[in-house]
């Protein structure tokens, strides 16, 4: 992606026909980092990606936000579901994107990221057969596929356990560390983990995080990471009970 500038903008408000969710919000989203945004369920946090990426929303919320920029980007999408079409085998559900847009099939560009994520063994079996983190692989794989500017994260390893999770986060994040990450958590060990930038949300504004000075994928046991950890949870609290 061939990107002038460093950054992109977002800025606005976000309401519903009752409340108020953003007020007059601003954002920078830098070009090829991870940024997280972080808060408590029901902030407008998922409904905020989906503005990202002009996506329809329901009727009910009403909306200013805009960016800076006139560049059409194309998104990804990665939820905390891993989404892939039951009754296709993992191969097919990788290739889905192609085949519903009636492009040529790049069938060696799929196995090549199923091998990357390890599911090569299991290409052509369904997904039921499949784990839980072996399913958000496959997932992650699909989103690899498609090469987009810009991969929307929604809560991406919360159905998975701790283990697990750990793994596929370590995973993503070295597939996806060139790329335009924005992941939207309620887990601060997971945003600081991940993120090169993080915002929380408070009073209806997103306000910065002061993150480690060491780079993604943090290691768990170092005494700055469990300082950040305990400080955005005191910060969420309080937010918490702002709202």
């Known amino acids: 992606m061939n990107i002038n500038t460093s950054f992109f903008s977002l800025q606005g408000s ?23 945004i972080i808060g408590q369920s029901g902030t407008g946090k998922s409904t905020l990606l989906k503005i990202i990426a002009n996506l329809n929303i329901a009727n009910t919320f009403l909306n200013n936000i805009s960016t800076n920029t006139n560049k059409n980007y194309s998104f990804s999408w990665m939820a905390q579901n891993d989404l892939l079409l039951p009754w296709s085998n993992i191969l097919h559900n990788v290739m889905l994107g192609q085949k519903l847009r009636r492009e040529k099939i790049d069938i060696n560009k799929a196995l090549k990221l199923l091998e990357k994520v390890g599911l090569l063994n299991v290409a052509y079996q369904l997904p039921a057969t499949l784990s839980g983190g072996m399913r958000q692989r496959a997932a992650l794989a699909r989103t690899l596929m498609e090469d987009n500017d810009i991969i929307l ?14 793994k596929v986060q370590e995973l993503t994040w070295k597939l996806l560390k060139n790329k335009t990450v924005i992941m939207v958590t309620h887990d601060p060990l997971e945003a600081v983990l991940l993120s090169d930038e993080l915002f929380y949300i408070s009073n209806k504004q997103l306000k910065s995080i002061k993150l480690p000075k060491s780079k993604p994928i943090r290691k768990i046991t170092s005494s700055n990471l469990l300082h950040s950890h305990k400080y955005i949870l005191n910060l969420l609290e309080k937010s918490y009970f702002k709202s």
């Open 14 to 36: 976000l309401n519903t026909d009752k409340d108020e969710l953003f007020s007059n919000i601003k954002i920078n989203i830098k070009y090829n980092k991870w940024t997280t």
């Open 153 to 166: 994260m929604d809560e991406p390893f919360s159905s998975l356990d701790s283990i697990t999770r750990s």
